[in-house]
């Protein structure tokens, strides 16, 4: 009940295309789903993040969509460009359980000139 | 967003040594400081929570007396890999939340090679 699951695990796509990347939960106490980008040998980076109380959450090229009823949340790039290729992490947390963030599998991304 | 360092970025050590690995928050103070590993393609795994003040909490199936965690100060963390094995080699991270706890800012990381 715990675990984030994430979808796919790689992803190409054409330079300008739209990447999307789901993720999927179980448990409902989760109020805080944010996204990750890391680069090889780097620390993940906090790209967007949303809470359950609005549907979808927009910056710059970045959009997540979050579907409540269906316990599904994802990671949209619009515009792709090759310096997007990184991995993605999506993430679930509980402010009671003070903060502690369950990862999904990670996506690895590549966007291709 | 804040910033989070660690230090050393890499650090190679003999089989038997302990390596300490140090988590700093730059320019907020961290209530919660996390700890994880992560092995090449994985993702990330959660080893110990600590708030600053008090001991940390580990995770089911990581030892606490091999990975010792010190959270001194609100600015600072410590993660000490004690009698390192090759099997510990392993990129290990640390995050920082404020408040409210929700928001981690993760650090660079720390690649660990035990030879």
């Known amino acids: 009940q715990q675990q984030v699951k994430q979808s796919p695990q790689s992803l190409i796509v054409q330079k300008g295309g739209i990447s999307i990347i789901n993720c999927a939960y179980e448990?409902?106490?989760?109020?805080?789903f944010p996204w990750y980008q890391q680069f090889p040998g780097k620390g993940p980076a906090l790209l967007i993040a949303i809470r359950p109380d609005v549907s979808e959450k927009k910056e710059g090229r970045f959009t997540i969509s979050f579907n409540k009823s269906a316990k599904q949340f994802s990671l949209h790039i619009m515009d792709s460009q090759p310096g997007d290729s990184a991995t993605y992490f999506c993430?679930?947390?509980?402010?009671?359980?003070?903060?502690?963030?369950?990862f999904g599998q990670g996506t690895e991304l590549s966007v291709k000139p | 967003g804040a910033v989070v360092s660690q230090h050393p970025s890499r650090v190679i050590c003999k089989s038997g040594t302990s390596v300490k690995i140090e988590c700093r928050s730059l320019?907020?103070?961290?209530?919660?400081m996390f700890w994880y590993r992560q092995f090449p393609k994985q993702s990330l795994m959660l080893m110990a929570t600590?708030?600053?003040?008090?001991?940390?909490?580990?995770e089911q199936g990581v030892e606490k007396d091999k990975f010792l965690i010190n959270h001194a100060s609100l600015t600072l963390s410590t993660l000490t890999v004690t009698s390192a094995h090759p099997e510990d080699s392993s990129f290990y991270i640390c995050?920082?939340?404020?408040?409210?706890?929700?928001?981690?800012?993760f650090g660079p990381g720390t690649r660990l090679t035990v030879l």
């Open positions: 320019d907020f103070q961290a209530t919660t």
């Open positions: 600590s708030n600053e003040g008090s001991k940390a909490t580990y």
């Open positions: 995050s920082a939340s404020g408040t409210p706890p929700n928001e981690q800012f």
């Open positions: 448990n409902t106490a989760f109020d805080y």
């Open positions: 993430a679930a947390s509980m402010n009671n359980q003070g903060g502690k963030l369950i």
